[in-house]
C-alpha cells in the first residue's frame, strides 16, 4: 500500500521514518508501537541495539514476524494504552501510522509511553493534521486495497476524519475502475449491487497547539511539531510530468521537504510529526 505510487503514505509516511530514524541510536532499547506488518520496524530495526515491536492486532504481529529473519528484534500483541512493561525501561517510544489518531483515549497512550520511558527518553510519533479550512464535502475514489478492490469514501465531521471502506465483488464491473484509481464526482448510483461489506473507520484530527499541549500535560519537555506530507498534493496536479517527477524522486523530495520543514505552514500538512523528552 505504502509503495504504490499513486499512494499519499508513500511521502508522509517515509518521512516519518526519517524523522523517527534521526532520534534513535545504537545504544537504545526502543519500542514500537503499531508496528502492523512491519514496514517501519523493517528500516529501524537497525538503527538500535534492542528493538520490541507491538501491535494490538495478532494478524498483523504474526505478517511483522513473518516478514524476514529478523535480528535484534521482539515482536508482541499489546495494547498501546495498557502496555505489559515496568516502569522506565526503555530509551526511546516511537510509532508511525497515526495510531495516536485511533486510540480510544489519546492522553492514556501518552502517559503509557511516558511510564515506560526512562527519564529523558525520546518519544517520536505521528498523528492526522485538523487542517485549516478543510472541507466538509465527501472524496470519493475507487481503488486496490493490498490485493482487493474497494470504493472509497472520506469526510470530515467534529474534528474526525471519517472513511466508510466498500468492498467489492472480484467480479463487478467496478474493479477495472478501482484498478485505475478512477474518482468519481457521486456515488454509482447501483454501487450496493456490487458490495460485499462495508466498513467505517474514524480517526482523530489534531491541531499543532492542541497536539503541543496535549504531549506535555502527558509528562513531556521540549515537544516540537513539525509537518509532513506537503508533497502528496502533487498527486493531484494536472501536468503529469510533474506527478511522475515527484514519484520517481519522492525519496530525495522527502529528504529536502523535512530541510525545509520550517518553511512549510503546519495549518495544511496532512500529518503532524511531534517529538519530544520525557521529564
Known amino acids: 500500500m505504502v509503495a504504490r505510487p499513486t499512494n499519499p503514505h508513500q ?3 517515509r518521512e516519518a521514518d526519517y524523522l523517527i530514524a534521526g532520534i534513535l541510536e545504537t545504544r537504545m532499547r526502543a519500542l514500537e508501537l503499531a508496528c502492523g506488518t512491519g514496514g517501519s520496524t523493517a528500516i529501524h530495526y537497525r538503527h538500535v541495539s534492542d528493538l520490541v515491536s507491538t501491535d494490538f492486532s495478532m494478524k498483523m504481529v504474526r505478517g511483522a514476524a513473518h516478514r524476514r529473519d529478523w535480528k535484534l528484534v521482539h515482536f508482541l500483541v499489546a495494547d498501546a494504552s495498557d502496555l505489559p512493561f515496568r516502569d522506565g525501561i526503555f530509551h526511546a517510544v516511537f510509532s508511525r501510522g497515526v495510531l495516536l489518531s485511533y486510540v480510544p483515549d489519546p492522553m492514556r497512550m501518552l502517559r503509557e509511553a511516558r511510564r515506560v520511558l526512562r527519564r529523558g527518553g525520546k518519544l517520536a510519533l505521528d498523528a492526522m493534521n485538523q487542517i485549516q479550512g478543510s472541507s466538509r464535502t465527501r472524496t470519493r475514489l475507487f481503488c486496490m486495497m493490498g490485493e482487493r478492490p474497494a470504493y472509497v469514501e472520506h469526510a470530515v465531521q467534529a474534528g474526525l476524519q471519517v472513511r ?21 464526482e457521486s456515488r454509482p448510483r447501483n454501487l450496493a ?85 520525557r521529564r
Open 193 to 277: 449491487k456490487h458490495v460485499t461489506s462495508v466498513e467505517r473507520f474514524e480517526g482523530r484530527l489534531f491541531r499543532p497547539q492542541q497536539l503541543i499541549r496535549l504531549v506535555e500535560q502527558a509528562g513531556f519537555r521540549e515537544v516540537n511539531v513539525v509537518p509532513l506530507g506537503h508533497l502528496a498534493y502533487t498527486l493531484g496536479f494536472a501536468d503529469k510530468r510533474l506527478r511522475e517527477f515527484a514519484r520517481s524522486r519522492g525519496r530525495d523530495l522527502s529528504r529536502l521537504y523535512l530541510q525545509l520543514g520550517s518553511h512549510f505552514r503546519l495549518d495544511t500538512a496532512l500529518h503532524l510529526f511531534v517529538s519530544a523528552k
Open 164 to 184: 466508510w471502506i466498500h468492498w467489492l465483488d472480484r467480479r463487478s464491473p467496478f474493479v477495472k475502475l478501482a484498478r485505475k484509481e478512477e474518482k468519481p
Open 11 to 13: 511521502f508522509y509516511y
